[in-house]
């Protein structure tokens, strides 16, 4: 008896596992259409760009201080070519270093300016590994980021066996803004304003080491050996913050950087050397952000001095 | 291991498979060991102080049924059992709070004593399994329940991992006698089992997971939001703990239904209440209910006056409020709500059932959650305070989340409908296979699409 009531169970649940199948084989078709019309002001037209249109010499990654920090053409006019920013908000080196490979696949630019802020490199967080989830989508078409979107836990890859669960919380973004035109004339190559100043006249931000990750530092020496490899001008970049708290954390890593960038001869432009030019918080959004004006400044300032390294 | 997480469908589904296979008598070993295990994970040495406790109390029942009949020696053991247990509850959570607000009086009167805060993580549970214990001594003490001899079976009764972590907290008279019986395979045990499970994740990921983001950035930041972004944030939370707590239970209660135990209802759709005493009677049931027979019963009851009435309703939630943190916010939040049922009992009002008494239940119970949900009674009063000013800028964030969040709660308040108004039991649903799947795939594909899994989400959340 309990063996029918057992074969009953298996047969219904194996009913539903296979519906469930289906419709998220279905879920994941129309998702998967919709995810390639994404417009370029959104992060996944961003993602898309740099997977297989990209064709810019010289090009600018890293976080959101790369995102608001960078004016592509103000930097273009310096190699005379075309420049684009390649910042994302709020995303660790771990999905910088994945983007740059999706681009490696079809393109090898010129020069990449890489921007850094030591602390985010060094320390431990587990939401870097978290965030890797805007990858989900393009799971299984691109091996560059698949090992790296595994990253985020031990049972991603089973997880991501599910369309709709690749596409968990942003199907309605993709959905939506999948209607609208992508709209280069205001995008501005992929750099972000920001607009206002700091209002708050307390720039003391808190940084706390409490854990080295080595997996981002290993990046870090494997995105070196790339671009030696494949001669690309690699130029690391420490842009103006408005810290002003001594922080034990954040000179442990600058140092934990500044030491890799020597021991590779790599190309690192440090911003404190530019303090008079950055010790005025109009210029600052808050006190990692520089806001347009303090990006035009800085951007400004890059020029001038990359075309002094390079005489 | 959370209820929430890919990890504990892997050791439900595990265990629940062995509990099958293998024969009764060593079931009680699998039960034990996985329950000895989901604790470990949090903290492992821990299990030593668990075990000490289970002891402590395990002895304590034994010798409080040997001398039923020496009235003193009985209740020495009972005090023994209740301060041992009590003072473990004391150090890991109230310690630090008692000698911080101690500390705080004797600066006041000018008075410095050199006493240290201890930095210490609190046990898994410890609330729970504490109370839990608590009932089965004083249960035996009354004569209610008989002492239960096999230790393993005492231990499986305070560690029982379904419930050990957020209740609900068992009664041994309903619990300890399903611990020996030979459970034999039952498809709807599973079936119904599975089911709530289902709705206490989709609960607990899709609304109460997704509302929090929302409500923690208004309240994290409470001086930078004003009027209706409160009370927004204000009623959603009032929905999150629901969901979460209402969320777990459920995740208990099926998980433990999978393998035939059933354990007692926690939550019986509290926001359909007309009065407070209807929502006390509704909400957090296995923990009201303790309070309820050994407080406010002991302490009197409704007995000896109206004024000793009210007296120990007052207590009884201030200590309630106690109970769920260390923290003035909470006792305040208990106290309002003793207040709340202390004027309705004045007033006579807690059987009238209009829109208007709905609406003002509502509006007290969803008040007193800001309490629960502020940090410190400074941060509540700045939420109060801001509250009544007048701004038309509500604070959106991530218009996303918002969408995902209301989707749920229309759902959740749909399927609630139903069961309070159409007495329809959702997790009865229906005998048409059409209907049953088609509720299936829709709260299945919810959680995928829309749960709320890791901390990645506050990217797609604007501050």
């Known amino acids: 008896m309990y063996k029918k009531e057992i074969l009953l169970i298996i047969k219904k649940f194996l009913m539903i596992i296979l519906l469930l199948v289906s419709l998220d084989f279905l879920i994941g078709l129309g998702l998967d259409n919709r995810l390639k019309k994404a417009p370029i002001q959104n992060t996944y037209g961003k993602i898309n760009y740099a997977i297989d249109k990209i064709k810019d010499s010289t090009i600018i990654m890293g976080s959101s201080r790369a995102l608001h920090h960078y004016v592509p053409s103000l930097l273009s006019d310096k190699y005379s070519t075309s420049?684009?920013?390649?910042?994302?908000?709020?995303?660790?080196?771990i999905f910088q270093y994945g983007i740059f490979k999706l681009i490696l696949k079809h393109h090898t630019p010129k020069t990449v300016i890489w921007d850094l802020f030591p602390v985010d490199v060094v320390s431990y967080n587990q939401q870097d590994y978290d965030k890797l989830s805007v990858f989900a989508?393009?799971?299984?078409?691109?091996?560059?980021?698949?090992?790296?979107?595994?990253?985020?836990?031990?049972?991603?890859?089973?997880?991501?066996?599910?369309?709709?669960?690749?596409?968990?919380?942003?199907?309605?973004?993709?959905?939506?803004?999948?209607?609208?035109?992508?709209?280069?004339?205001?995008?501005?190559?992929?750099?972000?304003?920001?607009?206002?100043?700091?209002?708050n006249s307390d720039n003391k931000v808190e940084y706390n080491l409490i854990k080295i990750d080595h997996f981002k530092l290993n990046l870090l020496k494997n995105i070196i050996s790339i671009c030696k490899r494949k001669t690309i001008n690699l130029i690391f970049c420490f842009s103006p913050d408005y810290i002003n708290n001594e922080n034990?954390?954040?000179?442990?890593?600058?140092?934990?950087?500044?030491?890799?960038?020597?021991?590779?001869?790599?190309?690192?432009?440090?911003?404190?050397?530019?303090?008079?030019?950055?010790?005025?918080?109009?210029?600052?959004?808050?006190?990692?952000?520089?806001?347009?004006?303090?990006?035009?400044?800085?951007?400004?300032?890059?020029?001038?001095?990359?075309?002094?390294?390079?005489? | 291991m959370l209820f929430n997480s890919f990890s504990?469908?892997?050791?439900?589904?595990?265990?629940?498979?062995?509990?099958?296979?293998?024969?009764?008598?060593?079931?009680?070993?699998?039960?034990?060991?996985?329950?000895?295990?989901?604790?470990?994970?949090?903290?492992?040495?821990?299990?030593?102080?668990?075990?000490?406790?289970?002891?402590?109390?395990?002895?304590?029942?034994?010798?409080i049924e040997k001398h039923q009949n020496h009235?003193?020696?009985?209740?020495?053991?009972?005090?023994?059992?209740?301060?041992?247990?009590?003072?473990?509850?004391?150090?890991?959570?109230?310690?630090?709070?008692?000698?911080?607000?101690?500390l705080i009086a004797s600066h006041k009167i000018g008075f410095e004593p050199n006493i240290k805060i201890i930095n210490m993580i609190l046990p898994i549970g410890l609330s729970f399994h504490t109370f839990q214990s608590l009932s089965y001594v004083i249960e035996v003490y009354r004569g209610n329940q008989k002492t239960e001899k096999n230790f393993l079976i005492y231990s499986i009764y305070v560690m029982f991992y379904p419930q050990l972590v957020a209740g609900p907290i068992e009664r041994p008279q309903n619990i300890i006698h399903q611990f020996k019986i030979p459970h034999q395979f039952n498809k709807d045990n599973i079936v119904l089992g599975l089911r709530q499970m289902?709705?206490?994740?989709?609960?607990?990921?899709?609304?109460?997971?997704?509302?929090?983001?929302?409500?923690?950035?208004?309240?994290?930041?409470?001086?930078?939001?004003?009027?209706?972004?409160?009370?927004?944030?204000?009623?959603?939370?009032?929905?999150?703990?629901?969901?979460?707590?209402?969320?777990?239970?459920?995740?208990?209660?099926?998980?433990?239904?999978?393998?035939?135990?059933?354990?007692?209802?926690?939550?019986?759709?509290?926001?359909?209440?007309?009065?407070?005493?209807?929502?006390?009677?509704?909400?957090?049931?296995?923990?009201?209910?303790?309070?309820?027979?050994?407080?406010?019963?002991?302490?009197?009851?409704?007995?000896?006056?109206?004024?000793?009435?009210l007296?120990?309703?007052?207590?009884?939630?201030?200590?309630?409020?106690?109970?769920?943190?260390a923290n003035w916010t909470f006792i305040v939040w208990g106290g309002l709500n003793g207040l709340y049922l202390i004027f309705e009992i004045i007033l006579n009002k807690n059987k009238t059932k209009n829109i208007l008494s709905y609406a003002i239940t509502m509006s007290l119970i969803v008040l007193s959650w800001l309490f629960f949900r502020a940090t410190d009674l400074s941060?509540?009063?700045?939420?109060?305070?801001?509250?009544?000013?007048?701004?038309?800028?509500?604070?959106?964030?991530?218009?996303?989340?918002?969408?995902?969040?209301?989707?749920?709660?229309?759902?959740?308040?749909?399927?609630?409908?139903?069961?309070?108004?159409?007495?329809?039991?959702?997790?009865?649903?229906?005998?048409?296979?059409?209907?049953?799947?088609?509720?299936?795939?829709?709260?299945?594909?919810?959680?995928?699409?829309?749960?709320?899994?890791?901390?990645?989400?506050?990217?797609?959340?604007?501050?």
């Open chain 2, 311 to 325: 007296r120990n309703l007052l207590i009884t939630f201030l200590i309630s409020g106690l109970w769920h943190g």
């Open chain 2, 379 to 463: 941060t509540a009063n700045t939420l109060l305070k801001n509250m009544t000013i007048i701004d038309l800028n509500i604070y959106i964030g991530d218009i996303h989340t918002l969408l995902y969040s209301l989707l749920g709660i229309s759902i959740l308040f749909i399927v609630e409908f139903l069961e309070e108004r159409k007495k329809i039991s959702t997790l009865k649903i229906s005998s048409n296979a059409k209907i049953r799947y088609t509720y299936y795939v829709i709260i299945i594909f919810c959680i995928l699409l829309f749960g709320v899994f890791d901390e990645s989400q506050f990217i797609y959340f604007q501050f």
């Open chain 1, 83 to 93: 420049c684009f920013n390649m910042g994302f908000d709020g995303q660790s080196l």
């Open chain 2, 198 to 309: 289902l709705w206490g994740f989709f609960m607990k990921v899709v609304i109460a997971d997704r509302l929090s983001l929302y409500v923690d950035a208004v309240y994290n930041n409470p001086d930078n939001h004003h009027g209706l972004s409160i009370i927004i944030a204000t009623l959603f939370f009032s929905i999150q703990i629901y969901c979460d707590f209402a969320g777990y239970s459920n995740i208990a209660i099926g998980s433990a239904k999978v393998m035939g135990f059933d354990l007692m209802k926690n939550f019986n759709r509290p926001y359909f209440s007309f009065s407070v005493s209807e929502f006390w009677s509704r909400w957090h049931i296995s923990l009201s209910t303790w309070f309820r027979d050994y407080l406010y019963i002991p302490l009197g009851g409704s007995k000896n006056g109206k004024i000793h009435h």
């Open chain 1, 137 to 199: 989508p393009y799971y299984g078409k691109h091996d560059e980021i698949d090992d790296l979107i595994l990253k985020k836990g031990y049972f991603e890859q089973i997880k991501l066996f599910s369309s709709a669960y690749r596409y968990n919380s942003i199907s309605s973004l993709i959905l939506l803004n999948s209607f609208r035109k992508s709209d280069f004339n205001s995008f501005s190559c992929g750099y972000i304003p920001l607009n206002g100043k700091m209002l």
């Open chain 1, 248 to 311: 034990v954390s954040l000179n442990q890593a600058s140092q934990i950087i500044t030491k890799i960038m020597q021991e590779n001869k790599v190309t690192y432009i440090d911003s404190k050397n530019w303090n008079n030019h950055f010790s005025n918080k109009n210029l600052f959004k808050d006190p990692i952000h520089l806001n347009h004006e303090g990006a035009e400044i800085y951007s400004k300032l890059l020029y001038d001095t990359l075309s002094k390294i390079s005489k």
């Open chain 2, 8 to 63: 504990f469908l892997l050791f439900f589904v595990i265990v629940t498979t062995l509990y099958y296979i293998i024969p009764y008598k060593p079931r009680l070993f699998l039960l034990l060991g996985a329950s000895c295990f989901f604790y470990m994970l949090f903290v492992p040495e821990y299990i030593i102080i668990l075990f000490v406790t289970i002891l402590i109390d395990y002895i304590a029942g034994i010798y």
């Open chain 2, 71 to 102: 009235k003193k020696k009985k209740k020495l053991y009972l005090i023994i059992s209740i301060l041992a247990t009590c003072l473990v509850l004391f150090i890991f959570k109230y310690y630090n709070f008692f000698i911080e607000n101690f």
